[in-house]
């Protein structure tokens, strides 16, 4: 690999396979986002205790949210990993090309 072009070519497939791996990564945590979006209104308390004097606890409304959470993201959590491994191996191969070649080579 001599020419500059056939470099540059190189790089140019690496980031791209970059950004293709981080968009999925970004594609899931929408995907969490929106299931937990449509858990959130059963997560409330019913509403009958307030009626009798006693407020709604903040504290049970959280730790059912952080629970769901958490199962939700167990779910994909295998998935998750892989491919932040392989966002960091994506990213220690652009810096090792940029590294080898010098970073004036490649304006």
Do not use: C
């Not at 006693?54 to 167990?74: Q, V």
């Not at 994506?90 to 940029?98: G, M, P, T, V, Y």
Request: proline content about 4%; hydrophobic content about 35%.
């Amino acid at each position: 690999m001599n020419s500059l072009s056939e470099r540059r070519a190189l790089l140019l497939r690496m980031e791209e396979a970059r950004r293709q791996t981080q968009h999925q990564l970004d594609l899931i945590d929408r995907q969490i986002i929106r299931r937990m979006t449509a858990v959130i209104p059963q997560l409330h308390p019913r509403r009958n205790s307030y009626r009798h004097g006693k407020a709604p606890e903040p504290a049970t409304f959280l730790a059912r949210y952080r629970a769901n959470l958490a199962a939700i993201t167990a779910e994909r959590q295998q998935e998750i990993d892989a491919l932040s491994r392989k966002l960091a191996r994506q990213d220690r191969a652009i810096s090792d090309l940029r590294e080898r070649h010098g970073a004036a080579s490649w304006s």
